[in-house]
T-cell receptor, first 109, second 117 residues
């Protein structure tokens, strides 16, 4: 069975500091990995996916198959980055998304 | 971007009654929609996959007779919580996938807060 682990429930950093939200997964095949973000009082929305290899709002994430990780990084956090971040996995051939428990990021001024 | 809308956003009902939640894809067609449940400070738990024109596929441990799903058209799926009890109080979220094989993206509704009293 697929599993996504986000070890940090809460993460607090100061504005301008680097931030890394950890995500590890368990899946024997080739997964699709995503980061979703939920800002206060807003719906869940896609932040980025490993396939596109792009930087969104300054965030990047690299799939490391050896470590089965997909950590989300940003070199200089901004206050507007404060939100809930969910890592998610889609197994090959499946339509279902499996979510981690989420990390609440707070960026302090 | 694509929009998925849920209605109602919140509902309070009496124990023993049934509640219907609608999920609509407003600007695209979705043959498959998903229903999630989210407990406070916890992750989204997939309840079922709603398939247009066929029966829903329920996840293990989800009572299909209690959580009735109907996907009658390519833009509408409904979740009916039957004989609701206080333990059914939760945040219910739907999503619909849009895109092709390589760029499928899930779009989420705003969620429905159900409180059973």
């Amino acid at each position: 069975a697929q599993r996504v682990t986000q070890p940090e429930k809460l993460l607090s950093v100061f504005k301008g500091a680097p931030v890394e939200l950890k995500c590890n997964y368990s899946y024997s095949g080739s997964p699709e990995l995503f980061w979703y973000v939920q800002y206060s009082r807003q719906r869940l929305q896609l932040l980025l996916r490993h396939i596109s290899r792009e930087s969104i709002k300054g965030f990047t994430a690299d799939l490391n198959k050896g470590e089965t990780s997909f950590h989300l990084k940003k070199p200089f956090a901004q206050e507007e980055d404060s939100a809930m971040y969910y890592c998610a996995l889609r197994a090959g051939g499946s339509e279902k998304l499996v979510f981690g428990k989420g990390t609440k990021l707070t960026v302090n001024p | 971007g694509a929009v998925v809308s849920q209605h109602p956003s919140w509902v309070i009902c009496k124990s023993g009654t049934s509640v219907k939640i609608e999920c609509r894809s407003l600007d695209f067609q979705a043959t498959t929609m998903f229903w999630y449940r989210q407990f406070p400070k916890q992750s989204l738990m997939l309840m079922a996959t709603s398939n247009e024109g066929s029966k829903a596929t329920y996840e293990q441990g989800v009572e299909k007779d209690k959580f009735l799903i109907n996907h009658a058209s390519l833009t509408l799926s409904t979740l009916t919580v039957t004989s609701a009890h206080p333990e059914d109080s939760s945040f219910y979220i739907c999503s619909a996938d849009r895109g092709g094989a390589w760029n499928t993206e899930a779009f989420f509704g705003q969620g429905t807060r159900l409180t059973v009293v």
